[in-house]
């Protein structure tokens, strides 16, 4: 039989013949009529090259990119949209060094002596976003933040031999829907806590024996969590807690490891990688020591070779899919190595202070985004507890639709909440950002044209 899709008449009937059947339909016998084509795919016909740019050309003018500095008309959208992926500045200097041929067409690195570049790169993201999370180690990158949940939420269920997972209702609403997906395929058992305006109220978060708490910090709707209470009640019922931190907040907070953290988890999108509608981006993971065995994913090592002389590898393959696939706790062979690497150098570019001003100037402009919002009238703030980078507001008119008119003034004027918008459990509001990009000007012309939207 040919190692072939056959296509001709002649190359059809020759494979029917040697597979003893008569008919393409007896060969296609197994599949249910109901999944089976009642007629052949309706296809255009084909185009050229050139043809086919073109048309590429006229779709992707339908998007209306994020690019915007100023309030040109025609400069793009001005952001003001976070929850989960940020407008942030990304220096040439990154953009450069990360794509050098080096990374770019870099293979999974299984022979460290034509690898010890991305190796070494790998390391020293590894090295950063611990000294982040304030753990002893972090892995080498997994796909993005929500999957870095889930790992998480794995590896408290293989340490603790518990199913129960309890997770903060201040966790990204995307991220609790994966969680709540893959617990449905391992039989975990996920419970949510409810917020009291704004924070996660772990006195209402039942007794029993977890495996993990779940908390994000800042959370969903930018309020700062009371990390101390969240590891109270993790021990109450000793029981992990997980962490999903902002790695540009933690530029002005104290880690999570410091606060009590077992697992640290967050969305790395903020250092190296632009929106790109919405992916790939980077999940960052971290854990204590007394877990290593049980990091998900790959693990850069520092070691020396027989010269004495510095050298890195890949270590700990903990999945155990070749050796007992039935004790493994995580299936994630592999890492996000163009996109760490690209963090790793704008950690590296920033440094301790930068990472700091950083955090200072996305904390600022949000607060003079959000008093000024709030000088407007009807617009209230959605919970009371305090915030960072990121903040919720109730407005007198339906938040979709005020997002909506946003666009025709230049603006991604936020998030909507409630409705036909995200996290209906929060009420409709809408979720607004102001990233280090955002200039003073800016920020009045947004409050100007949400005046003139809400009159």
């Avoid at 793009?76 to 990154?94: I, K, N, R, T």
């Avoid at 996920?190 to 924070?199: K, N, R, S, Y």
């Avoid at 790109?276 to 693990?299: D, I, K, N």
Wanted: contains cysteine; aromatic residues 6%; glycine residues 10%.
């Amino acid at each position: 039989m040919p190692s072939y899709v056959p296509h001709t008449d002649a190359e059809i009937e020759a494979m029917l013949a040697f597979l003893g059947l008569s008919s393409l339909d007896e060969l296609f016998s197994v599949v249910p009529e109901a999944l089976r084509l009642a007629a052949p795919l309706a296809l255009p016909d084909g185009m050229s090259e050139p043809d086919v740019l073109a048309e590429m050309e006229r779709l992707a003018g339908a998007n209306v990119p994020c690019t915007g500095r100023g309030v040109a008309p025609g400069a793009g959208l001005v952001c003001f949209a976070g929850a989960g992926a940020y407008d942030h500045e990304l220096p040439e200097a990154v953009r450069a060094m990360a794509s050098r041929s080096e990374y770019v067409t870099a293979y999974t690195p299984y022979q460290p002596e034509v690898a010890q570049g991305v190796l070494q790169a790998l390391f020293e993201y590894q090295t950063m976003v611990a000294r982040l999370a304030g753990l002893e180690v972090s892995n080498a990158s997994l796909y993005d933040g929500a999957s870095a949940c889930v790992e998480a939420a794995n590896l408290a269920a293989a340490v603790t031999g518990r199913r129960g997972i309890r997770v903060s209702r201040g966790v990204h609403p995307h991220w609790r829907h994966v969680l709540r997906t893959f617990a449905a395929g391992n039989g975990s058992e996920l419970t949510e806590v409810a917020l009291v305006d704004g924070q996660t109220s772990w006195d209402d978060a039942g007794g029993g024996a977890p495996a993990a708490l779940v908390v994000q910090y800042p959370n969903f709707l930018g309020c700062l969590e009371d990390l101390a209470a969240a590891r109270r009640a993790a021990d109450a019922g000793g029981a992990l807690l997980v962490v999903a931190f902002d790695p540009v907040a933690a530029g002005l907070l104290v880690t999570p490891g410091a606060r009590g953290a077992d697992v640290v988890v967050g969305e790395g999108q903020p250092f190296g990688t632009p929106l790109s509608f919405g992916g790939p981006y980077l999940g960052l993971f971290a854990c204590r020591l007394e877990h290593v065995r049980r990091l998900p994913g790959r693990l850069v090592g520092e070691t020396v070779d027989v010269e004495g002389r510095t050298a890195y590898v890949s270590t700990l393959r903990t999945r155990e899919q070749d050796i007992r696939r039935e004790r493994a706790s995580s299936n994630v062979c592999t890492n996000q190595t163009l996109i760490a690497v690209a963090c790793a150098v704008q950690l590296a570019w920033l440094g301790t202070s930068g990472l700091r001003e950083l955090a200072l100037r996305c904390g600022r402009a949000t607060r003079y985004t959000r008093e000024s919002l709030l000088a407007l009238e009807g617009v209230e703030p959605l919970v009371g507890a305090p915030t960072l980078r990121e903040f919720a507001v109730r407005l007198p008119a339906d938040p979709a639709v005020v997002v909506d008119r946003m666009v025709d003034e230049g603006f991604l004027a936020g998030v909507a909440l409630g409705g036909a918008g995200a996290g209906a459990e929060y009420g409709e509001g809408l979720l607004v950002a102001a990233t280090e990009r955002r200039t003073r000007a800016e920020i009045d012309a947004y409050v100007a044209a949400m005046d003139k939207v809400l009159r």
